[in-house]
């Protein structure tokens, strides 16, 4: 239970007499006849609200005990919520009637209602009554008239907002009315309307503010945020929201949504609560709901705008276009009749509404006609043409549902400048067609006599004038007037002009003509009898009445002639004629420059292929796409093809398949505009390769390339000379190497055994004496053997010497190659020491073998000597012989050292030996003589070898027949 300290009333009782220890049990008794008489629960207290005396309802009611110890005060169990003012009344002794509220055991609150009564005894007693189920249904009751008053406030509200504005068509009125009824229906608030003007708000109406910024940004307050989002918001508290901008002192909540139109934001509505109220979703809501109406009334008060000013635009282009627009009804009746030019056709705004058609255009059969035509249904134009009009009329009939005519609209036209234009067109298309014939003829025709008779006729024919004469600078004469004939002419004769030549062009009495060419100016006469201008010498016809000259000049040149035409009674030459007359004039003008510069150009083109001609060079010009356009003859020759054979062909046809890359590099070069030169080699017609150098230069016009020039030098001499100086330089260095390698090698090879010869003759000069006959026939052996491997290599250095010089014969002759290779391979070890063995497997031959004896004899030497001198003693060489019916075949095996495989490409190289030889001896002739002896019979060697295992040494031989091959030197 909840403890209340309680307040007491001014008293005169004792305080001792408050103890309900000692009170209860006394007065108990004394109250319990009244208790019995009270209905209820009821309770006594003294002026200090102490409990006195209690009867059992009151018990169950407060849920105490008379006797409970610690309960003190009535005020303990009940609280009052205004018990300060109600104890003021209680005191000064009148009955009141409080409600009270106290908290049950189960924690749930209930609600008393409190009837206190003064006893004479200055003591109250209180009737209690249990007003819960009342009082909650009270507050119930409240909370849901509190709801429906809002609710009828915010329907109130909306239903005024909506015919509000329903009555406003314009923007300014319609934030002015919604803010406002907000601003009285909301009290303590503040609201405003705003609107978006590129990135900024700009206000449009507030109330309640008392400072309200009338342009903000749009990264700036609620406002800003709640557009930037395009989402209503609710801000329950300003104070918390650091975009706030207002005062946050006077604001306490705000609301703020989105004004929108077809979907895109345009604005907020945005209210803000003032003296601590609090705003709620429902406020929210219904902010919602007015933006929804103010966002409907925006679009239509813009749809209403635009309507109007287009109403605006409709009548302003009715009342300025120029037609005159109509209505009539089935009767015939103009309902509406306005348009700018209504003046042309004799009437003002408003005079033919009401009035019939029949009526007003009684003397218009035709009008009456067309409007029966667009009765029936159909639409159409029609123009009727008088002396002094040209209308056009269009009629459209209006249809109903069912298909009937219910009203014509029509408008009706002025169109004399039109038509005069049309027909001004027709004849500018006939003169445009005719300059075009003219130019085609310019173009075409080489003779510039009839070029000028040709424009004389088509001047008279398209103007329709009776005299044209062009006079034109005689050829080789001086520009001046005396220089001036007549070079064609219509209506009079042609020489007869020119017979009156010295005074017709006389610039002492100028006429028209000439007049023209000095001024170098058009020269209009309309008519002869009102001008100062002189007349031409040949102008005898009275009639003509109007003339007209034009000089033949190109912009910025002299004249080199004069155009000039005459026209009878009544017809007048007009500057549109003379128009006409400029542009013959001017092609005329182009086509004498033309043909000036044609021949001009023809005795330049004349001098540039007397010198391509005779150029020593060869000379292409190549096209865009670097095909050939021309060639001279000179490149003709060197390809040996004819000048119209290579027409039209392109580079790569004559460049063989390797050079491509090299022509693609210069021909991208000159796509660029630069121009190059590159060396290349060109393809005959018959095959010969020549070796050129070209030089090719781009012409570029109007940013484009529209040729190439190429110059081809033949360099196939100079090609020739320039391999034959390198092969020269070549076999020069490589006769210095093979010198130093020969002086090398021989000093090497000559000094071992001349020293051997050298060391073993001098012991057997000196010490003879004490040596024994084996010892003496020892030392000879040396001797004799060193005596022998100089010669051998002397032999072997001759032969070479005689191949160089292709002295060596082939003679072939019947060889029994297995006699001569058992014979090799029997003496060959003896030279070797230790027990060296050749074994020999041979077939027998098929038949009689050809070969030179003496070239299988050096080929079998030098091979075998390999074989034995890289091989160990206890290791045999082994030879075998195969025959094919056109072949030997000699195979020499070994086990020995090997060849390195870096050594194997230069095997046949004189005075090469491999790397890993060491000490043994040798001068790298041998396999260089093989290989010559080989070919010299047209055979094959092949040699395989692996360091360590040995090598396999193949010789092929060719069967050679007399009268098969040649002998003699090769």
Not at 118 to 134: E, F, G, K, Q, S
Not at 140 to 155: F, K, P
Not at 738 to 743: A, G, M, Q, Y
Not at 829 to 855: H, K, S
Request: proline letters at 5%; a negative charge; charged letters at 20%.
């Amino acid at each position: 239970m909840k403890k209340n300290t309680g307040e007491s009333v001014p008293s005169q009782s004792n305080p001792a007499e408050s103890d309900p220890g000692v009170l209860i049990p006394s007065l108990h008794s004394s109250y319990q006849a009244l208790f019995e008489f009270l209905p209820g629960a009821a309770v006594i207290i003294n002026s200090d609200w102490a409990i006195l005396a209690i009867n059992a309802e009151g018990c169950g009611l407060l849920g105490i005990h008379p006797a409970e110890p610690g309960i003190t005060s009535f005020l303990s169990v009940l609280t009052f919520p205004s018990r300060k003012a109600d104890l003021l009344l209680l005191s000064q002794g009148a009955q009141l009637k409080l409600e009270g509220q106290l908290e049950r055991p189960d924690g749930s609150p209930a609600w008393l209602e409190c009837l206190f009564k003064r006893l004479p005894d200055d003591n109250y007693v209180v009737l209690l009554r249990d007003i819960t189920a009342h009082y909650q249904h009270e507050v119930t009751n409240s909370i849901l008239l509190e709801d429906h008053t809002r609710q009828a406030q915010e329907l109130a509200l909306l239903n005024l907002v909506r015919s509000r504005l329903a009555e406003q068509l314009e923007t300014g009125a319609l934030f002015r009315t919604v803010v406002e009824e907000i601003c009285k229906v909301f009290k303590d608030t503040q609201v405003s309307a705003c609107l978006l003007e590129g990135d900024q708000i700009v206000l449009q109406h507030s109330a309640g503010f008392e400072v309200f910024v009338r342009v903000t940004s749009i990264n700036q307050g609620v406002i800003g945020r709640v557009i930037r989002n395009n989402k209503a918001e609710l801000v329950v508290d300003v104070a918390t929201d650091p975009d706030f901008l207002g005062d946050r002192t006077s604001v306490k909540s705000e609301v703020c949504v989105p004004l929108r139109d077809d979907g895109k934001v345009i604005g907020a509505l945005n209210l803000e609560s003032k003296a601590g109220k609090v705003l709620v979703p429902d406020d929210l809501q219904l902010m919602c709901a007015i933006a929804e109406f103010l966002n409907l009334a925006l679009h239509r008060t813009r749809l209403y705008a635009a309507l109007r000013e287009r109403e605006e635009r409709l009548q302003e282009f009715v009342s300025n276009v120029p037609l005159v627009l109509f209505n009539l009804n089935p009767d015939g009746v103009f309902t509406f009749f306005e348009g700018k030019t209504l003046s042309t056709f004799g009437f003002v705004p408003g005079q033919l509404v009401g009035k019939n058609i029949t009526d007003v255009f009684e003397e218009f059969p035709a009008i009456l006609a067309d409007f029966k035509r667009a009765l029936a249904g159909e639409t159409f134009s029609s123009v009727l043409v008088g002396t002094d009009y040209v209308v056009e009329i269009w009629y459209a009939p209006l249809l109903d549902h069912t298909g009937k005519v219910y009203a014509v609209n029509g408008m009706c036209q002025d169109i004399r400048a039109r038509y005069r234009a049309e027909e001004e067109l027709t004849i500018r298309a006939r003169q445009r067609q005719a300059l075009a014939e003219f130019g085609r003829i310019a173009l075409s025709e080489p003779d510039l006599t009839a070029i000028f008779e040709n424009a004389a006729q088509l001047i008279a024919q398209t103007l329709e004038f009776e005299y044209c004469v062009i006079a034109h600078l005689a050829p080789g004469e001086p520009q001046y007037c005396p220089g001036l004939y007549c070079a064609a002419s219509v209506g009079w004769l042609k020489s007869e002009l020119n017979k009156k030549n010295p005074q017709a062009f006389s610039q002492e009495s100028p006429g028209l003509t000439i007049q023209a060419y000095l001024d170098h100016a058009v020269l209009l006469v309309p008519d002869w009898s009102q001008t100062t201008y002189r007349p031409d010498a040949w102008q005898t016809d009275p009639a003509i009445i109007s003339s007209g000259s034009v000089p033949i000049a190109l912009p910025g040149k002299a004249p080199v002639g004069v155009v000039t035409v005459y026209s009878r009674i009544p017809r007048k030459v007009t500057r549109s004629d003379l128009s006409f007359v400029e542009g013959v004039a001017q092609l005329l003008a182009v086509t004498i420059d033309r043909k000036e510069a044609e021949k001009a150009l023809q005795a330049e083109r004349d001098y540039a292929l007397q010198i391509t001609n005779n150029l020593g060079q060869g000379l292409a010009v190549l096209d865009a796409t670097f095909h050939y356009q021309y060639v001279n003859p000179e490149l003709a020759r060197l390809l040996e093809y004819t000048q119209e054979e290579l027409i039209g062909l392109t580079p790569e046809q004559l460049v063989p398949p390797e050079e491509q890359g090299v022509l693609e590099e210069a021909i991208a070069l000159r796509r660029q505009g630069k121009g190059n030169y590159y060396e290349t080699t060109l393809l005959s017609k018959t095959g010969r390769r020549i070796f050129v150098g070209v030089t090719g230069m781009p012409v570029w016009r109007d940013n484009r390339l529209v040729r190439d020039i190429a110059v081809f030098t033949d360099l196939s001499r100079h090609k020739q000379i320039e391999d034959d100086m390198r092969t020269a330089l070549a076999k020069e260095r490589e006769l210095h190497e093979l010198k130093s390698r020969f002086i090398s090698m021989t000093s090497h090879e000559f000094r071992t055994p001349l020293s051997t010869i050298l060391t073993n003759s001098e012991l057997l000069e000196h010490y003879s004496d004490r040596f024994s006959d084996g010892k003496k026939h020892e030392l000879l052996k040396r001797i004799q053997h060193g005596v022998k491997y100089m010669t051998q290599l002397l032999e072997d250095i001759l032969l070479l010497g005689k191949m160089d010089a292709a002295k060596t014969a082939f003679n072939p002759a019947p060889l029994q190659l297995e006699a001569l290779c058992f014979e090799l391979a029997y003496s060959l070890p003896l030279a070797f020491e230790g027990n060296r063995q050749v074994m020999v497997e041979a077939a027998a031959a098929p038949g009689v073998t050809y070969l030179d004896e003496n070239l299988v004899r050096h080929i079998l030497t030098n091979v075998l000597n390999n074989a034995l001198k890289y091989s160990s003693p206890d290791q045999p060489v082994y030879l075998s012989i195969k025959y094919s019916p056109v072949a030997v075949t000699i195979i020499v095996q070994d086990q020995g050292i090997g060849i390195p495989a870096d050594d194997q490409p230069y095997l046949f190289e004189v005075f090469h030996r491999g790397t890993n030889v060491g000490t043994t001896s040798g001068t790298g002739l041998g396999l260089n003589i093989v290989k010559r002896c080989v070919e010299l019979h047209r055979g094959t060697i092949k040699i395989t070898s692996q360091v360590g295992e040995g090598t396999r040494v193949a010789v092929t031989l060719p069967h050679t027949r007399p009268g098969s091959a040649a002998t003699g030197l090769i």
